[in-house]
């Protein structure tokens, strides 16, 4: 083991005995900000990016983080997830250090610009609830359609490169659980929907009408999954730039409570 830094051994003791640290002991200490860079890359890259620009996830170097201000908000996120999104909990699979060792390669981010959208949040709203109709599928809130993800705290699950693929080219990074159920019934007729369930023996969708289905295997000629989104494709074509810009900006504010659905 090459901690190098004799200081930093109370700091691993009390660690050791499970009493919380206020702040990571590893800012110092370029071969821990390696190895928790190295842990990055391998266990969350995949949902925050490989330089932590985001993705899936929301981005992680802008320098501040929605969770709080000091080391221990961070460290706390990542060892106890968030409850109802897609971030898991590390705390049972990660050793304190290393979670510590994360936190502080986030640390080595200066604030960035490249997460901040040039847009008209209020023009975005509008555009978002009525041209651009998506509020027929989403809920924001108490408010919105059902068919479609909630997007009540999009803002702040996810980067806004994320959001842009989201609109131009939906189905390109789909949320998990989103998949689509195609049924062709016994009169050739074809259903397709949101998937609600799927197994050996039946699936269950809700329609674009909003309606929920059941269908039995044994009663139809075909069930299939796609992984297909059954979002407009158009966007990228019927609004303007700088509209896709303004809906971006809106969607960056919504940064309420709720899970993802
Ligand atoms: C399966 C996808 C996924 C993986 C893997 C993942 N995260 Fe996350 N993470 C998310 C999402 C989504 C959020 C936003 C949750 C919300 O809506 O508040 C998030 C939020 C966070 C936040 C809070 C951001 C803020 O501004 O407060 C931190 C910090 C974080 N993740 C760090 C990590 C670290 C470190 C790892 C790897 C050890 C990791 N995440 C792995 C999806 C993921
Ligand atoms: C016909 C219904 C429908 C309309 C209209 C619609 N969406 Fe969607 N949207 C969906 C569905 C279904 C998904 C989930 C599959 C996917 O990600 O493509 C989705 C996904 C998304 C996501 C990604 C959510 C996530 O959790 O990552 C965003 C962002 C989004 N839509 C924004 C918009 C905006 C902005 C508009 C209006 C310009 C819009 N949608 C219009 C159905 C719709």
């Given at each position: 083991m090459r901690w190098g830094v004799l200081p930093l051994v109370p700091a691993l003791v009390s660690v050791a005995y499970g009493q919380e640290l206020e702040s990571s002991p590893f800012h110092a200490d370029p071969a821990s900000i390696g190895v928790g860079k190295a842990s990055f890359r391998l266990r969350c890259s995949a949902c925050h990016g490989i330089h932590a620009e985001g993705g899936r996830g929301p981005a992680l170097n802008r320098g501040e983080f929605e969770a709080g201000e000091t080391d221990l908000d961070i460290y706390r996120v990542i060892a106890?997830?968030?409850?109802?999104?897609?971030?898991?909990?590390f705390g049972q699979r990660s050793t304190e250090e290393n979670i510590w060792r994360i936190v502080s390669f986030l640390r080595t981010f200066e604030a960035s610009a490249d997460d901040i959208v040039e847009g008209d949040p209020a023009r975005g709203e509008d555009i978002f609830w009525n041209r651009g109709g998506c509020g027929g599928c989403h809920r924001v809130g108490q408010r919105g359609?059902?068919?479609?993800?909630?997007?009540?705290r999009i803002g702040r699950s996810r980067s806004v490169a994320h959001l842009r693929e989201s609109l131009?080219?939906?189905?390109g990074d789909l949320p998990p659980d989103y998949y689509v159920v195609r049924v062709v019934t016994r009169q050739g007729k074809t259903v397709r929907g949101i998937g609600l369930g799927f197994d050996d023996f039946s699936a269950q969708l809700m329609d674009a009408a909003g309606k929920f289905r059941s269908f039995l295997r044994e009663e139809v000629q075909a069930i299939e999954r796609e992984?297909?989104?059954?979002?407009?494709?158009t966007y990228g074509e019927t609004l303007a730039e700088d509209e896709q810009r303004d809906l971006i900006a809106y969607m960056q504010t919504l940064r309420g409570e709720g899970g993802q659905r």
């Open positions: 106890r997830g968030v409850p109802g999104t897609e971030m898991p909990a359609g059902v068919f479609g993800p909630s997007l009540t131009l080219n939906p189905g992984f297909v989104s059954l979002m407009p494709d």
